[in-house]
């Protein structure tokens, strides 16, 4: 039986829906940090994410955060062309699918550590490739956003910002890294005690 075919249970589309609202939500209070651009917003939505990719298989991962993208569009809008929405899910998926991948192969304490550690490693390094070459060009194209807007924000952070690359190193990848980090840990912390909700 394929994975898609398992997760298309009553029972996992209920927990999906639930957990999609969930995530939507949480993507709903956002944080400014003080390191990175105005426009990078710090939120929990992965939490929700994570936890269905370790209750149900990285697909279920990355539904979730489609779904929940897909409300946030439905609900809010969008006032970068979809841009934002785009990076939020690729973001997402990055570091949530090769998490919830690994925690599907071996079911313990120790494999899920290892998978958040690995899926924040892919969100930083898909950080650095995405924003470089597809997220901030894609800004720039179809946001309408200029180039020279976008890095003399980081540049009044840190007066070293000068190109996209630098704009990345400085603040995309500390950004990345806290979000990873601060889900990951709040979804261990969590997760032992929602889990026997999730695998009824």
Do not use: Q
């Amino acid at each position: 039986m394929s994975e898609s075919k398992k997760l298309l249970t009553t029972r996992n589309i209920a927990k999906i829906a639930i957990l999609s609202a969930i995530a939507f939500v949480l993507m709903l209070i956002e944080f400014p940090v003080p390191f990175a651009p105005s426009f990078y917003k710090l939120d929990f939505s992965e939490i929700a994410v994570l936890m269905g990719g370790f209750a149900m298989g990285p697909l279920a991962a990355a539904v979730i955060e489609a779904l929940k993208v897909t409300l946030n569009l439905l609900f809010n809008g969008t006032i970068t062309m979809g841009v934002g929405e785009l990076a939020n899910f690729l973001m997402g998926c990055a570091l949530c699918v090769p998490a919830s991948w690994m925690y599907k192969k071996h079911k313990d304490r120790g494999t899920a550590i290892k998978g958040m550690l690995a899926g924040i490693l892919c969100m930083v390094a898909a950080s650095v490739i995405l924003n470089i070459y597809v997220l901030i060009p894609a800004y720039v194209s179809f946001a309408g956003f200029p180039l020279d807007a976008i890095i003399s924000m980081g540049t009044a952070i840190f007066p070293a910002i000068h190109d996209t690359v630098t704009l990345v190193l400085i603040c995309v990848i500390p950004f990345n890294l806290l979000k990873g980090v601060l889900v990951s840990l709040i979804t261990a912390v969590l997760y032992k005690h929602v889990s026997p909700l999730l695998h009824r």
